[in-house]
């Protein structure tokens, strides 16, 4: 059964998270590493912002998600930012980014957060819309022509 967990209540899995968002996201910030991405991972907490969940079932964790101020010092206009969606490739498939950005848009919501941002390349862009999110801007980023997208969370009740 999958569960949304913080990372904070998972100190245990930072090195492993901040390793694979390294792998998967370090072609924008070349200069990162490993060391910095734990540093970041551990400022994280539970009920502010920024803040970092995991998906994870009996097996272990299977990917994960942050909510961020500022997701990349070339953008720094737009605030806040869902960010590093990453699904580990063997869990891949079983809805497990739905679910991870779902949760994500639902505690910005619940933290009063009336826009929320992320960007993304053109090949994730559809995955995206089809959960609501449209396009603010096309923009270089680093290496990579990026696509800002923005979605209004809903008003938590």
């Known amino acids: 059964m999958l569960r949304i967990t ?59 998600i942050s909510l961020l101020h500022e997701d990349h010092a070339d953008v720094p206009s737009y605030s806040p930012w869902l960010a590093s969606l990453y699904v580990q490739p063997s869990a891949r498939g079983r809805g497990i980014a739905r679910a991870l950005v779902n949760h994500c848009v639902a505690e910005a919501a619940r933290r009063g957060i ?24 096309r923009l270089p980023l680093g290496p990579l022509w990026i696509v800002i997208l923005f979605i209004q969370p809903p008003k938590a009740g």
């Open 6 to 64: 913080c990372l904070c209540d998972r100190p245990q899995r930072i090195a492993e998270v901040a390793a694979a968002h390294v792998a998967a996201f370090g072609q924008l910030l070349p200069e990162w590493t490993q060391v910095q991405a734990e540093q970041e991972l551990r400022q994280h907490q539970c009920d502010a912002i920024p803040v970092t969940w995991l998906a994870e079932d009996a097996d272990g964790w299977l990917g994960s």
């Open 114 to 137: 009336a826009r929320l941002y992320l960007y993304c390349d053109a090949p994730m862009l559809a995955f995206y819309q089809r959960q609501g999110w449209q396009v603010e801007a």
